[in-house]
């Protein structure tokens, strides 16, 4: 089955730099991506998704690449503020006709003041 | 819509108890997930629904747990008995597939369960 590995588990950035968190999937059939932010306490929610028939994806600060031939695809937060402060996961499809997502081990961002 | 619905929010409840979390998805949508959160493990898929019917159980972790839907606005995940190492967050999420496309999938608020 999938299998899908996410990378730092931890990362501490400075406000204002910017941040890259990478995930590898083993599923070539794969071919939905998306990125979920959980602030503590909260739900997981949805921040971008990147689908294989494109390589790159962006939505103000955030961007997602995704390299289908290596089975892998990046986070990247510009200029980050206190409040990216989170956990992040990514996570891949299965199954494109059930919704299947099979998701990282979670990155936990801590963007200081 | 209200989005995805979950309760109770918070359980506590003694080893040996039989547990219910119930879920009710957002109207329309065609799959429901069941997922548990922990620091060790993270978010693992339970099981998951497609027009209510159990599609994927592989993620249970045991025959103490048990998912029903019954028909498209409910589901429960009942543990029986609960153990200690149950204590989790549990997510119920929903998402409409067709087409061949995965849609966005969208989660509760979680239901804390802490067995003693």
């Known amino acids: 089955g999938e299998n899908v590995e996410q990378h730092p588990s931890t990362l501490s950035v400075q406000e204002g730099d910017s941040a890259v968190i990478k995930c590898t999937y083993s599923d070539s059939a794969s071919n939905y991506f998306p990125w979920y932010k959980q602030e503590l306490g909260k739900r997981p929610q949805l921040i971008i998704d990147?689908?294989?028939?494109?390589g790159e994806k962006k939505d103000q600060r955030i961007a997602v690449t995704l390299n289908k031939t290596a089975k892998h695809f990046s986070l990247h937060i510009t200029e980050t503020q206190p409040e990216d402060s989170a956990v992040y996961f990514c996570a891949a499809n299965t199954n494109s006709n059930t919704g299947k997502l099979i998701f990282g081990q979670g990155t936990t961002l801590q963007v200081k003041p | 819509d209200a989005g995805v619905i979950q309760s109770p929010r918070h359980e506590v409840t003694e080893m040996g108890q039989e547990v219910t979390l119930r879920c009710k998805p957002i109207?329309?949508?065609?799959?429901l997930f069941w997922y548990r959160q922990t620091m060790m493990r993270g978010l693992e898929l339970l099981i998951y629904?497609?027009?209510?019917?159990?599609?994927?159980d592989s993620g249970m972790p045991e025959d103490r747990f048990s998912a029903k839907m019954p028909n498209a606005s409910f589901s429960t995940l009942k543990i029986q008995p609960s153990e200690p190492r149950d204590s989790a967050v549990y997510f119920c999420a929903s998402s409409s597939q067709g087409g061949g496309s995965t849609g966005e999938l969208f989660f509760g608020e979680g239901s804390r369960l802490t067995v003693l």
């Open positions: 109207s329309g949508h065609n799959s």
């Open positions: 629904f497609n027009n209510n019917v159990p599609i994927d």
């Open positions: 990147i689908r294989s028939n494109v």
